[in-house]
T-cell receptor
């Protein structure tokens, strides 16, 4: 049972545009939602994270929007740059779960010049 | 602190052979995790340790897989009698653990890629 569903599978955005990746979760016990960025040949690296007590979190060009009632959250990358080209994973975990992350299937982002 | 280190980075083996991967976590991190990632998929949880205690194992971790963290520092993941379906990237991650802010941030290593012929 896939507990975190992610879309789209791939995304092409023009330089300067907005990249939007969506995730939906099923387990209402989840209380921590990070996004990870992975470059080829590297491990995933934490990009930004949110807890369900806020609806939005912004760090630089990266924003998470969170809708608790819909059990959905999304990553927005403003002013997308070629250096943002990578695979992005949403994830979720819950307090008391050993910080064990459940990942989405990933979105391969390509930012074109 | 050089982050999470994994060795070897690449391993090619023949079906039926045993392989062992090593992970050195960030030194002050109490928790250590193993994940498996196949092409085009997100990482899947395998097991995790709190210090030297193995607290949880996924159903993905068959009897051929064993993980240890003998002194609560580095960890090894051994796969016995490898099968072609074991071909994947094996990722190690570590975290502080606990309830303090930032304690639940997992820092991943670059992974060990296994190819079973």
């Amino acid at each position: 049972q896939q507990q975190v569903k992610q879309s789209p599978q791939s995304l092409i955005v023009q330089k300067g545009g907005i990249s939007i990746i969506n995730c939906a979760y099923e387990n209402t016990a989840f209380d921590y939602f990070p996004w990870y960025q992975q470059f080829p040949g590297k491990g995933p690296a934490l990009l930004i994270a949110i807890r369900p007590d806020v609806s939005e979190k912004k760090e630089g060009r990266f924003t998470i929007s969170f809708n608790k009632s819909a059990k959905q959250f999304s990553l927005h990358i403003m002013d997308s740059q070629p250096g943002d080209s990578a695979t992005y994973f949403c994830a979720a975990t819950f307090t008391g779960g050993g910080n064990k992350l459940t990942f989405g299937t990933g979105t391969q982002l390509k930012v074109e010049l | 602190d050089t982050g999470v280190s994994q060795d070897p980075r690449h391993k090619i083996t023949k079906r039926g052979q045993n392989v062992t991967f090593r992970c050195d976590p960030i030194s002050e991190h109490n928790r250590l995790y193993w994940y498996r990632q196949t092409l085009g998929q997100g990482p899947e949880f395998l097991t995790y340790f709190q210090n030297e205690a193995q607290l949880e194992k996924s159903r993905l971790l068959s009897d051929r897989f064993s993980a240890e963290r003998p002194k609560g520092s580095f960890s090894t993941l051994e796969i016995q009698r490898t099968e072609q379906g074991d071909s994947a990237m094996y990722l190690c991650a570590s975290s502080l653990g606990g309830t303090l802010s930032g304690a639940n941030v997992l820092t991943f290593g670059a992974g060990s890629r296994l190819t079973v012929l």
